[in-house]
């Protein structure tokens, strides 16, 4: 069994990054891991042709979103990380999902949309500067758990977890509470 981690955060030290670790910590040792900083990758913005509705795979010249788009179709499991960056996930990982959804979904001769990823398990990780409860109030937390999800459902993944820390600004620490709840989650693989 494979996982992938994708780092959504240009903060390689940050809130979502070291939320991250704690969940893979908590995984199995018989469990690969490959850990993958989006905001390292070199990935072009999609053109919106839609001919990935009918290929395999995008049309644009090779890039990193190629790459990463065959580590998300081969993994038997993923875990997101996002900053919420206004109410959503960060563009970087915006911008691999937008170049990859032959990965997650197909559509059905009728148009429908056909899971590709179905019952793979997956975990979302974010955090945000609003403290709680204005975090949820005011969709922050809650618009880039929104957004991540609406791609994972689309691919047929199976939630095991969401780890959230808010309220960044005034408190950074991250407490032991949540980082056993991350392990915890990251057990559940
Ligand atoms: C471009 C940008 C947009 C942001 N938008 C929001 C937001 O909409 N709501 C919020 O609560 N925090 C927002 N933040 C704050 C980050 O979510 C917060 O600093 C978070 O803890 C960063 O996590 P990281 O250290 O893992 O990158 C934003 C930060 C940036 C840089």
Request: with cysteine; glycine share 8%; aromatic share 6%.
């Amino acid at each position: 069994m494979n996982i992938l981690v994708l780092n959504g955060s240009p903060r390689k030290n940050g809130t979502v990054a070291n939320l991250l670790k704690s969940v893979v910590d908590g995984i199995s040792n018989s469990y690969d891991v490959e850990w993958i900083n989006l905001y390292e990758l070199n990935i072009k913005p999609c053109i919106g042709c839609m001919k990935c509705r009918t290929d395999q795979e995008c049309i644009l010249p090779q890039d990193d979103a190629h790459i990463v788009g065959r580590k998300i179709r081969d993994a038997d499991g993923l875990i997101v990380g996002t900053p919420t960056h206004w109410g959503n996930m960060s563009a970087q990982l915006k911008l691999l999902f937008d170049r990859n959804v032959p990965m997650f979904m197909g559509e059905k001769p009728n148009g429908m949309p056909c899971p590709r990823q179905k019952g793979k398990p997956a975990v979302i990780v974010t955090a945000c500067s609003t403290p709680w409860p204005f975090n949820f109030i005011a969709a922050e937390s809650r618009g880039a758990i929104r957004a991540v999800n609406e791609v994972l459902h689309y691919g047929g993944y199976r939630l095991l977890g969401k780890i959230v820390k808010s309220g960044t600004k005034a408190n950074p620490t991250i407490s032991n509470r949540l980082l056993t709840k991350s392990k915890i989650v990251g057990s559940k693989f």
